[in-house]
Structure formats: structure tokens, C-alpha cells
């Protein structure tokens, strides 16, 4: 088996194809290790990075990607550190699921190949690899590899994420639900229908522009009203998403779920579906509409069309929100790994980034606990 580094937008351009066949052949594979995801989050985020996306073949034929580059950070004033981190993470916007795709039957070989030219690169201090499958080939490969050349490293949950095994029909899943629940969801969208002009619908408009548009509206006026950071808020954030919409289009990935009255979408999720799953990734409503539910209203209405499509998972991605538990009863984890190769900027990267946080978080408590001075 032999492992190949492409450094060139030229040579990751040139790996299409051959990634699609991978991605649609490889048992642990989602749309965030696509070569679409991938390669337009590397042409919008990767500016002034070094590129070092590894490739296993055997025989010939492409049997693993592993999608990393080197990023430059500045852990304290005149210490630069470079940080080796999969494709994907680095930027403001957070996927999930980064296992990279390996062809059935070679995935102990891929994996453990790929994991040793990755701790050969040059020009890492700190390795910073997560959304990775706990206990996948990748993870099994990367720890055996840590120990066996001594460098220290930890290992943790990256991120719990909520989803929804889906049945085979709309009245199944509500009966799945309690009593109460299943009113609640039947109650909502009776009042929804009743309003002038209601009625859902999978964006299918001319104009992807303007469904981006009215999403980031929407997602805007819903967070804002309780003072909260939003997603949608930096131009590369929303350069990235508009090229990542058309391309999954193009591949009828996208689903852009959608409430409307009298003619104006007032609630929107933005999806993606791939491979039988549904990924909930982002979403907003009009707040002058709350008492409808629309958030709920809306939820219902996507889980019965990716039913009705034939899908299995609903995916509610990461953020741990009551909303999300509502619908999702089932939960699956991502790991992280970090590992620090012996060199200064690794020390001061760990210093800054795992000691400092640590003794002040230790320096409030004592504060906070200390008795009050009595000066009287």
C-alpha cells in the first residue's frame, strides 16, 4: 500500500471522482467527507494554510483519504506553533462526522498508513485531529501509533449529538411518542394550517440566493431576540455555505425545509441528505410568529418528508438543546485526539492552552471562596 501527500489545489481538484466512488463505497462516510464539503471548505478557509491531504492506494485503486493541513497559530506573542487538524475544523463553521472515508476492507491497512505519514509530516507542533468515530480505524491507528512513538497525548468526547432512528411511517413514529406528545405535534400543525396561506414545503425555488438570504434572516431575527451569538455572521461563513448549497443541489443533497403564509417563508432548516441520513445543520424562524410553534411545527413537517422519502437517520448534528431531546431519544458520540510532539511551541501551545485556563478557573474559585475582610 503506498501513501501519496498532495499539497496543490490542482491535485485535490483532480481527486473527484475517485473520492466520490470512495465516500459511496466506504462503511463510515458522511456529507461533511464529501469531496464537495471538503474541497469548497479548503478553497474558502485554507487561504495561507499548507495543504497536506494524504492518499493510500493499493493496487492502484484509491483505498483511504485523509484530508489534514498545517495551520500557523500564535499561542502567545512571537510564538508561532503549527497545528496539524483534518480538513473541516479551523474555521466558524462546525461539522461533524470527519472519519476519513476508507475502502471496506482495507481500512486497518488505510488507517495505519495514513496515521504514520500524518505523524511524518513536517511542521506540526501539535496534532489536533477530531469528529472522528470513537474506537473507528482512524482513532484505533492514531492512539496505537501515539504510544508506540512516546508522545504525550489525550484522548475525549468531542461532541454528543441527538438523532432519530426513523421508522417506516409518519403514524409510526407518532405512535412511538407519548400521549401527550403526539397531541402536542398534531395540535401544532392543525393550528399552523389554519393560518391564511400555510402551507410547508421543500425549497425547490430558481433562486438558491434568495432561499441563503431568507434563511440568514430568519436565523438572525430567532437569536437575536434572546441575545444570543449566531451562526451566518462572517463573510467567509456565508460564501462557504452559499458554494456548499449549490453543489449539494447538484447532487440532490440539499433540503431546505420551509413554513410559509400568505406567500413569505417565516421558518427554515437547513439539511442535507446523504446516504439515508438527514443532517440537521442550521435554522431560523420569525419571531412575530412564536405562538405558532413554528420550530416545532416545522420539525414534524421534515421528519414525515425524510420518512416519506425512504431515509433512516434523522441527524441533529451537534449542540446539546432541549429541542433537539424532544425529538431524538437516541445519542452517538465523536472523539478528539491532541498529541504534542517535544518542541518549545508545543510546550507553550499546551501552557497557554491546558495550564493557564486551568490556574485561573483555580484563582476565581479561591477568590469566590474567600472569606469577606472584616476591616471594621
Not at 58 to 74: I, S
Not at 171 to 190: G, H, K, V
Not at 285 to 295: A, N, S, T
Not at 345 to 374: D, H, I
Request: glycine content about 8%.
Amino acid at each position: 500500500m503506498q501513501v501519496a501527500c498532495i499539497d496543490t489545489d490542482d491535485g485535490f481538484r483532480a481527486l473527484r471522482e475517485e473520492w466520490d466512488a470512495l465516500v459511496q463505497a466506504a462503511a463510515a462516510a458522511s456529507i461533511f467527507t464529501t469531496w464537495e464539503w471538503q474541497y469548497l471548505w479548503w478553497r474558502h478557509y485554507g487561504g495561507g494554510q499548507k495543504l497536506r491531504l494524504l492518499v493510500a492506494r493499493a493496487g492502484g485503486r484509491l483505498v483511504g483519504v485523509f484530508p489534514l493541513y498545517v495551520q500557523r497559530v500564535t499561542p502567545l506573542a512571537g510564538v508561532g506553533a503549527g497545528l496539524l487538524r483534518l480538513i473541516g475544523t479551523g474555521g466558524d463553521t462546525s461539522p461533524d462526522y470527519l472519519e476519513p472515508p476508507l475502502a471496506p476492507g482495507h481500512e486497518a491497512d488505510a488507517a495505519r498508513v495514513l496515521v504514520d505519514a500524518a505523524l511524518a509530516i513536517e511542521g506540526w507542533d501539535v496534532l489536533a485531529w477530531s469528529d472522528l468515530e470513537p474506537d473507528g480505524a482512524i482513532d484505533r491507528a492514531a492512539m496505537a501509533a501515539l504510544r508506540e512513538r512516546g508522545l504525550p497525548a489525550r484522548r475525549g468526547t468531542s461532541a454528543r449529538i441527538s438523532y432519530v432512528p426513523l421508522p417506516a411511517s409518519w403514524d409510526a413514529y407518532l405512535e412511538s411518542q407519548s400521549r401527550d406528545r403526539r397531541y402536542t405535534i398534531r395540535n401544532t400543525r392543525r393550528k399552523f394550517e389554519r393560518e391564511p396561506g400555510a402551507r410547508f414545503l421543500v425549497w425547490d425555488g430558481a433562486s438558491l440566493d434568495d432561499a441563503f438570504d431568507r434563511l440568514t434572516a430568519l436565523h438572525h431575527k430567532r437569536w437575536q431576540t434572546r441575545g444570543t451569538s449566531h451562526s451566518f455572521d462572517s463573510s467567509t461563513y456565508n460564501d462557504f455555505h452559499r458554494a456548499v448549497m449549490r453543489a449539494c443541489r447538484e447532487r440532490d443533497w440539499l433540503r431546505l425545509y420551509s413554513l410559509e403564509r400568505e406567500g413569505e417563508i417565516i421558518a427554515m432548516y437547513y439539511c442535507y441528505r446523504f446516504r439515508g441520513t438527514v443532517y440537521y445543520f442550521q435554522g431560523g424562524f420569525d419571531p412575530q410568529y412564536e405562538k405558532l410553534r413554528p420550530g416545532l411545527c416545522l420539525m414534524g413537517y421534515a421528519l414525515e418528508h425524510a420518512i416519506g422519502e425512504g431515509q433512516r437517520v434523522f441527524d441533529m448534528l451537534r449542540g446539546e438543546y432541549d429541542y433537539k431531546k424532544q425529538w431524538a431519544r437516541e445519542t452517538r458520540e465523536t472523539c478528539f485526539t491532541i498529541a504534542y510532539r517535544r518542541t518549545a511551541p508545543a510546550f507553550v501551545y499546551w501552557l497557554r492552552r491546558s495550564l493557564l485556563p486551568e490556574a485561573k478557573r483555580l484563582a476565581q474559585r479561591m477568590v469566590s471562596t474567600a472569606p469577606a475582610r472584616n476591616d471594621g
